[in-house]
């Protein structure tokens, strides 16, 4: 047993008719982001937060799933072009360095993967591939947006195999 919980996921998963046949989503160690299993078999998917029991889903209940990326220019389109520059950034020096980095276009401060989930009243499951601020010109980003992007695009398939049915 790990220390955290049961060391092998699938015995979280035990007498819940639920068989791990996919990782969509793992979670980074020491994280409480949820990991997300797929059970092609049974046509369903799983949550699993730590410390807290699994919960099971039919590739129905996905009502979307998208790719959203902060690169700061919402920040840049919030930006008053007034004021005081030495109080604002003592007041907020982030939203500062994000107005800053908007203007440049080549800065991600957080990319999501967030997944509509149908029958649970404003329900987004927010899956975290981006948390710090990372250069959008690095092969690292590229390939953590190609990740999102796999993982938003299993979603939108299992929403399709289900409403072809």
Sequence with gaps: MGIFG????????EGMGFEITDTLYDTPPMSMA???YQDE?????????PGQE????????????????????????NASAKGDMFGKFIENPMLLSKQNAGKRGNTCFSLTVMVQVRGIEDSLL???????RTDKNTEVYRRILKQAETVRDEFRSMAKEANAK
Excluded: C, M, Q
């Design 6 to 13: 049961k060391s092998n996921p699938k015995d979280a998963f």
């Design 126 to 132: 927010k899956l975290p591939f981006i948390t710090r």
């Design 34 to 36: 949820p990991t997300v």
């Design 41 to 49: 078999k049974h046509h369903k998917w799983a949550v699993r937060i």
């Design 54 to 77: 699994p919960r099971i889903f039919d590739y129905s209940d996905v009502e979307g799933s998208d790719v959203v990326e902060d690169d700061g220019t919402d920040a840049l389109k």
